[in-house]
T-cell receptor, first 112, second 116 residues
Framework: QKEVEQDPGPLSVPEGAIVSLNCTYS??????FMWYRQYSRKGPELLMY????GNKEDGRFTAQVDKSSKYISLFIRDSQPSDSATYLC????????????FGKGTRLSVIA | DTGVSQNPRHKITKRGQNVTFRCDPI?????LYWYRQTLGQGPEFLTY????????KSRLLSDRFSAERPKGSFSTLEIQRTEQGDSAMYLC??????????????FGSGTQLSVL
């Protein structure tokens, strides 16, 4: 079992839809959770950063962490064609002295 | 602050040749990471530096790979005797790590290596 599991998609939605992206993980010690967005032929760009359980909202994006279920989610409201990208979840241990562990990424297409 | 810069953007080489990539991190960042990413996969950790010290290397990193960060500024990643399996996007990221545990990584656009 990989440490971080993420459905690779592809996921195709119409413009304006609510998108839900998810990751599960096996290591209960993970405390820091991130979502990165990666456009084609570009490096990943940090989108959301959360610590432990709970929700965090930033504009159209909401990140949720459920540590009891080892499950994290990213919601995108009013999705736009410019949101078409690969979304990577990443997580880290409390010490911050170990490298980030990434999921495989989910490829999202928002159709106008 | 112009972000993390990686050169070259693309490299095509023949099997058995040596290649070297360069990464210039965000200037005030003390940590620098190298990751490798293949199509349909997330980035895989290779190695990282804090200032000029190389603190960790992945077991994925064979003896043919070497990284340096002289004077804690830019970093180079060299691959000797390249193999077709080395074809991938090589990503560099930097961060500022202080006494607190949290850390945010900022990535460059990567170097796409193709080994023929």
């Amino acid at each position: 079992q990989k440490e971080v599991e993420q459905d690779p998609g592809p996921l195709s939605v119409p413009e304006g839809a609510i998108v839900s992206l998810n990751c599960t993980y096996s290591n209960s010690a993970f405390q820091y959770f991130m979502w990165y967005r990666q456009y084609s032929r570009k490096g990943p760009e940090l989108l959301m950063y959360t610590y432990s359980s709970g929700n965090k909202e930033d504009g159209r994006f909401t990140a949720q962490v459920d540590k009891s279920s080892k499950y994290i989610s990213l919601f995108i409201r009013d999705s736009q064609p410019s949101d078409s990208a690969t979304y990577l979840c990443a997580m880290n241990l409390p010490s911050g002295n170990t490298p980030l562990v990434f999921g495989k990424g989910t490829r999202l297409s928002v159709i106008a | 602050d112009t972000g993390v810069s990686q050169n070259p953007r693309h490299k095509i080489t023949k099997r058995g040749q040596n290649v070297t990539f360069r990464c210039d991190p965000i200037s005030e960042h003390n940590r620098l990471y190298w990751y490798r990413q293949t199509l349909g996969q997330g980035p895989e950790f290779l190695t990282y530096f804090q200032n000029e010290a190389q603190l960790e290397k992945s077991r994925l990193l064979s003896d043919r790979f070497s990284a340096e960060r002289p004077k804690g500024s830019f970093s180079t990643l060299e691959i000797q005797r390249t193999e077709q399996g080395d074809s991938a996007m090589y990503l560099c990221a930097s961060s500022f790590k202080g006494n607190w545990a949290n850390e945010k990584l900022f990535f460059g656009s990567g170097t796409q290596l193709s080994v023929l």
